[in-house]
Nanobody, 116 residues
Framework: QVQLVESGGGLVQAGGSLRLSCAASGSIVSMTAMGWYRQSPGKQRDLVARITQGTGHTNYADSVKGRFTISSANAKNTVNLQMDSLTPEDSAVYYC?????????WGQGTQVTVSS
């Protein structure tokens, strides 16, 4: 089993910044990637950013490129998402994920609200 604990969501004004963190624990020796999805009411859950363990290769949704930065820390058991220049369109529940042995695990989600 893999446990993911997220932190760092909240309310911020447009143009502001937030930093999300996700700590993984449990059977994570074979973890291949971590990252973040987000979901707004009535919409599907979409990938925001991911980072590949080992290579550190990153992928971003087009809508966040140049504004969000994903990184790993703590022997790669933690993934951070630095979000800058936030807009109201970034408001959503953000879910951390981890891929381990071909299975995707999810965190509980953290709310990000950007006011205009």
């Amino acid at each position: 089993q893999v446990q993911l604990v997220e932190s760092g969501g909240g309310l911020v004004q447009a143009g502001g910044s937030l930093r999300l963190s996700c700590a993984a624990s449990g059977s994570i020796v074979s973890m291949t990637a971590m990252g973040w999805y987000r979901q707004s009411p009535g919409k599907q859950r979409d990938l925001v950013a991911r980072i590949t363990q080992g290579t550190g290769h990153t992928n971003y949704a087009d809508s966040v490129k140049g504004r969000f930065t994903i990184s790993s820390a703590n022997a790669k058991n933690t993934v951070n998402l630095q979000m800058d220049s936030l807009t109201p369109e970034d408001s959503a529940v953000y879910y951390c994920f981890a891929n381990v042995w071909g299975r995707q695990y999810w965190g509980q989600g953290t709310q990000v609200t950007v006011s205009s």
